[in-house]
């Protein structure tokens, strides 16, 4: 079992950075894939960037959004850049044993409670 909590998130002007971080409770972190994934009201959750052995990122944040990762700590992190408005949305972080598509939520085992994050124009 495996218990994520996420802090980090707040309300900032657009042009903004946020650092979210997620901690998380178990053995064998290191060997899980990590996933940040966001819901805006009304809208899907959808996937934002995973950490393995390597990184992934959806288009819309690449080049402002850093995914890393510190094992000895259990912790992941996101830290978030040049904010648009359209960034706002509850922010999850997740934890995969075998992820086999590390952007589909359906391979995710478990999930934080999510914290908020809002950019205002």
């Known amino acids: 079992q495996v218990q994520l909590v996420e802090s980090g998130g707040g309300m900032v002007q657009a042009g903004g950075s946020l650092r979210l971080s997620c901690a998380a409770s178990?053995?064998?972190?290191?060997?899980?894939?990590m996933g940040w994934f966001r819901q805006a009201p009304g809208k899907e959750r959808e996937f934002v960037a995973a950490i393995s052995w390597t990184t992934y990122y959806t288009d819309s944040v690449k080049g402002r959004f850093t995914i890393s990762r510190d094992n000895a700590k259990n912790t992941v992190n996101l830290q978030m850049n040049s904010l648009k408005p359209e960034d706002t949305a509850v922010y999850y972080c997740?934890?995969?044993?075998?992820?086999?598509?590390?952007?589909?939520?359906?391979?995710?085992?478990?999930w934080g409670q999510g914290t908020q994050v809002t950019v205002s124009s």
């Open positions: 997740a934890a995969a044993r075998y992820a086999s598509s590390a952007s589909a939520a359906a391979s995710y085992d478990y």
């Open positions: 178990g053995r064998t972190f290191s060997s899980y894939t």
